[in-house]
C-alpha cells in the first residue's frame, strides 16, 4: 500500500514572514542600485532573495511527492512518455538533487543573514567555516549534511558516476515488462502470464515514499532550528543597519 503522503511547509516560521514583510521595501526603487543607497535596505533585500530559493526548493519538493504519489496513471503505458520503470529513475532524480540541495540554498541564505561576503558561487559550508560564522550555525549546518547520508551518497554516485538504485524485489522483470509495455504490449513471462510490472512499480514508488517521508519530515524540522538561531542574526544586523542610516539622516 501507499504510504501517508507528508506536505511540507516553506512559509509556516516566523523568520519567513518577518523577512517577507520588510521585502516590502523593495518596491520603493526602480533599480537595484538605487537599493543599495540604503544598507538596510539592501540587506533586507539580499536576504529575501536568498529565502526565496529556499523557500521555492522546499516546494519543489512538494512536486517531487506528486510525482511518487501519482493519480491516474494510465492504464496502457504505451503511450505514456516513458515506461513505469523510466518514471522511477526520473522521480529519483529529481527527488535527491532537490532534496541535497535544499542546504546548499540554505547555506546561502545563512551566508546573507551573517552578512559574511562570500560569492555565491564560493558559498559552500567549508567557506563559510573560515568566516566568523557563529560555531551554533555551522555546527547545525554540518548536522543537516549529516542527515542526508547516504541520499547524498546516491546523489554523488547517480549524477557523477551513472550508478542506479535497483526499486523492487525483481528489478530486471521491472525493467524489462516496464519498457515491453511501454513500447509493444503487455510483457509476458515463460508461463505465458503477464509479468507482475505493476506490483514491482508499486514497490518501488512505496520504496522511494519511504525515504521521502523520513528525509522530508527530518529537512522542515531542521530548518525550522536554524529559523531560530537566524532570525536573531537577522534582527540584530538589521537594526544595527537601520539605526546607523536613521542617525546618519538625523546628523545631516
Known amino acids: 500500500r501507499f504510504l501517508k503522503r507528508y506536505i511540507l511547509r516553506s512559509d509556516a516560521h516566523g523568520f519567513v514572514g518577518r523577512v517577507v514583510d520588510l521585502s516590502i521595501v523593495g518596491m520603493h526603487f526602480d ?3 538605487e537599493l543599495c543607497e540604503y544598507e538596510d535596505a539592501k540587506y533586507v533585500w539580499d536576504v ?4 526565496c530559493s529556499v523557500r521555492d526548493r522546499v516546494e519543489s519538493l512538494n512536486m517531487v511527492a506528486a510525482m511518487l504519489w501519482p493519480k ?9 512518455p516513458v515506461s513505469r520503470y523510466e518514471w522511477l529513475r526520473i522521480s529519483v532524480d529529481v527527488f535527491l538533487v532537490r532534496y541535497i540541495s535544499v542546504v546548499d540554498c540554505l547555506i546561502i541564505l545563512a551566508s546573507e543573514v551573517l552578512d559574511t561576503g562570500l560569492p555565491i558561487k564560493s558559498c559552500t559550508l567549508n567557506n563559510l567555516k573560515k568566516t566568523s560564522a557563529p560555531a551554533s550555525i555551522i555546527s547545525h549546518l554540518d548536522l543537516m549534511i549529516g542527515d542526508q547520508g547516504e541520499l547524498r551518497s546516491e546523489r554523488n554516485r547517480r549524477v557523477h558516476h551513472g550508478l542506479e538504485r535497483a526499486f523492487s524485489s ?3 522483470i521491472l525493467e524489462m515488462g516496464a519498457l515491453f509495455e511501454h513500447r509493444y504490449s503487455t510483457a509476458r513471462g515463460e508461463n505465458g ?7 514491482l512499480f508499486r514497490e518501488g514508488l512505496v520504496e522511494l515514499q519511504r525515504d521521502f517521508n523520513a528525509a522530508s519530515k527530518l529537512l522542515v524540522r531542521r530548518i525550522d532550528v536554524l529559523y531560530d538561531m537566524l532570525s536573531t542574526a537577522f534582527e540584530e544586523r538589521f537594526c544595527e543597519r ?11
Open 48 to 51: 529575501y532573495n536568498a529565502l
Open 242 to 252: 537601520l539605526e546607523r542610516r536613521l542617525s546618519e539622516q538625523g546628523g545631516g
Open 31 to 33: 533599480t537595484y542600485e
Open 193 to 199: 502470464r503477464p509479468l507482475p510490472v505493476n506490483k
Open 72 to 80: 491516474n496513471l494510465p492504464e496502457d503505458f504505451k503511450h505514456f
Open 170 to 172: 525483481d528489478d530486471q
